[in-house]
Structure formats: structure tokens, C-alpha cells
């Protein structure tokens, strides 16, 4: 089965990243090589026993990287959501009688669009039991930033400009912004916290080589994209947390940002996105937050 023709609408009609592009090619892939094995070579073929066989086929696969059997629910849905993709892209483009036979498939396995930060403590959990110096400052910068992976693995160390400025008390103190390229290769501005800016400043300090990448890897290169991710979840086992990956720190990103009460259309570009349909399934409002709103408009309304 071919899905270059799909891929190539991804990259030029949707504009996605060569990274979103790549992932959904290795998901195509492996459903490829699994209707290969069992000789179907036509998308007619596929109906919903081929895809529940398909299903059963992830949930007995050794997954060796987290020592067990299956792969995750989430890793399952990901996967069958480029599927799907695929078969309404042949729906639109060339067949517009076939049936996508992903359609009416159980709710389990649906893409989960609700906000998923990490909860306050585990965060302080993390941060506090780090101990390496370089993934203290890691984690810290997506957490203060709010950037995507890919977007972090860009950062060279003259990426972030220091400036030095005085709160509402006249009480000076140092800032940190920069500028990366994200989705769409739209190149947008992020800004750090003073006490991420502490940490990140400390981090550089301890640098003795002249390589630029902010990141580097045991063997002084960039560090990947993989290895930080695997960073945070080895961090996570070791301290006796619940897995996290890097893209909930994004939501937790712009769930504090949300509950402080930051002007959405100033989150929206924040976060990178082309619309605040899109900023809202990243954030959570908490109860707190939703009572002093309640009560500041009911006091509107009493004057």
C-alpha cells in the first residue's frame, strides 16, 4: 500500500513540519508492513475486523523500552489517528464512496483533546530531585517557556538574551527572551522567567567548551530530540514519579499561564498557535479561578 501521494499532501497542502511528517510516515509504515503480512494490498480490503486485528496486534507487541507487553493506550490511538487520516484523504481525493473503516470506532481509542498538566507537586517533586545540573535546566526552561521539543532542540547558547528590568516595586531584576522557529516555520519570540534565568545562567557557567548548542549529549554533540525526551522519563522513574512526557510540560505551561490570568490572544501567541480554538484544549482552569471570575462579575453586576 502507498502513502507517499498522502505524505506529500501533509508537507505541501498542510504545511506540517518534516518532524510530523516523519511520524506519521512511521505510522503508516508499520500498518503497512502488518496488512503486508497477511497479503491484503488494496484500502477496500481494510474493514473494522482488519483494524480490531490490528489493535490486538499493538496490545500484544513487546514493547521493551518500558518493560512490557502492549503498547501504551495513547501510543494505540496516535497511531490509529494517521491511519484514519490516510483513509479520508483516499475518501477525498479519489474514492468518494469508500467508508473509512476507523469511523464509529470505540471512544477508547479516540484522540483525548482535554488539557493534561501535571500536577503542581510532582512538578516540585521533579525539579527538587534532579541533580544534574543540564536537565535541571532543561526541564525548568520547557516549563518556563512553554516551547515544543522540536523548538528546545533548535536553542544554541546565544539564543537567549539577558535583560536586566524593574518590577512594580522598582526592585531590578533579570529577564531572559529569545526566538525560535516553530510550526509552519513561523519564527515567533519566548520569554524566561528571573528564576529560570538563575538556573540557566548557572547551567552556562559550568559550560568549559566552545560548542553552541545549548544542549549537548555525553558525547558533547546537540543533544536529540529522543534523548531529551527519554531525559524526563528517566528522571521521572528514578524518582519514583509518574511517567510525564515532554509535551505535558506545555500543558502545564499554559495552564499556569492561563490561571493567572494571562490575556488569551497574548497566551495564543505564546504557545505558537494560529488560533485560540487551539490554546484551549492546552489548558485548565482551576476552581479558584473559576470562583474569583464568578464573584468579580457578580460584583460588576451589583454596582
Not at 500500500?1 to 504545511?15: D, I, V
Not at 512511521?26 to 482488519?50: A, C, K, M, P, Y
Not at 500484544?60 to 501510543?75: V, Y
Not at 494505540?76 to 483513509?87: K, M, N
Request: proline residues 2%; hydrophobic residues 35%; charged residues 25%.
Amino acid at each position: 500500500m502507498e502513502f507517499g501521494e498522502f505524505l506529500a499532501h501533509l508537507r505541501t497542502s498542510k504545511n506540517y513540519s518534516a518532524r510530523t511528517v516523519s511520524a506519521y510516515r512511521n505510522d503508516l509504515d508499520l500498518f503497512g508492513r502488518f496488512l503486508s503480512e497477511r497479503g491484503i494490498r488494496r484500502v477496500t480490503q481494510v474493514d473494522h475486523v482488519v483494524i480490531n486485528d490490528y489493535i490486538a496486534h499493538m496490545q500484544e507487541k513487546n514493547n521493551p523500552r518500558f518493560g512490557r507487553q502492549g503498547l501504551s493506550d495513547a501510543t494505540i490511538a496516535r497511531r490509529l489517528a494517521s491511519i484514519s487520516s490516510f483513509f479520508e484523504f483516499i475518501r477525498a481525493t479519489s474514492n468518494p464512496r469508500f467508508r473509512n473503516p476507523l469511523s464509529g470506532l470505540s471512544r477508547r481509542w479516540r484522540k483525548n483533546t482535554d488539557p493534561k498538566p501535571v500536577e503542581d507537586l510532582t512538578l516540585d517533586k521533579l525539579l527538587m530531585g534532579i541533580s544534574n545540573l543540564r536537565d535541571r535546566t532543561l526541564i525548568s526552561l520547557f516549563l518556563a517557556t512553554g516551547l515544543r521539543v522540536a523548538e528546545m532542540h533548535q536553542l544554541d547558547r546565544a539564543t537567549v538574551l539577558f535583560e536586566l528590568s524593574a518590577n512594580a516595586n522598582e526592585r531590578e531584576h533579570i529577564t531572559g527572551s529569545g526566538e525560535v522557529t516553530g510550526k509552519g516555520g513561523k519564527l515567533r519570540k519566548f520569554f524566561v522567567d528571573d528564576q529560570t534565568i538563575l538556573t540557566y545562567a548557572e547551567y552556562l557557567a559550568s559550560r568549559t567548551d566552545d560548542n553552541p548548542a545549548l544542549f549537548l549529549s555525553e558525547r558533547k554533540q546537540r543533544m536529540s530530540i529522543r534523548a531529551m525526551q527519554y531525559t524526563l522519563a528517566a528522571w521521572c522513574k528514578r524518582l519514583g514519579l509518574p511517567h510525564i512526557n515532554v509535551h505535558r510540560l506545555r500543558h502545564s505551561y499554559a495552564t499556569t499561564l492561563a490561571n493567572a490570568q494571562i490575556n488569551s490572544m497574548v497566551l495564543k501567541d505564546l504557545m505558537g498557535h494560529s488560533s485560540f480554538s487551539t490554546t484551549q484544549r492546552y489548558f485548565k482552569l482551576s476552581d479558584t479561578t473559576l470562583a474569583r471570575g464568578y464573584h468579580s462579575a457578580m460584583e460588576y453586576l451589583r454596582q
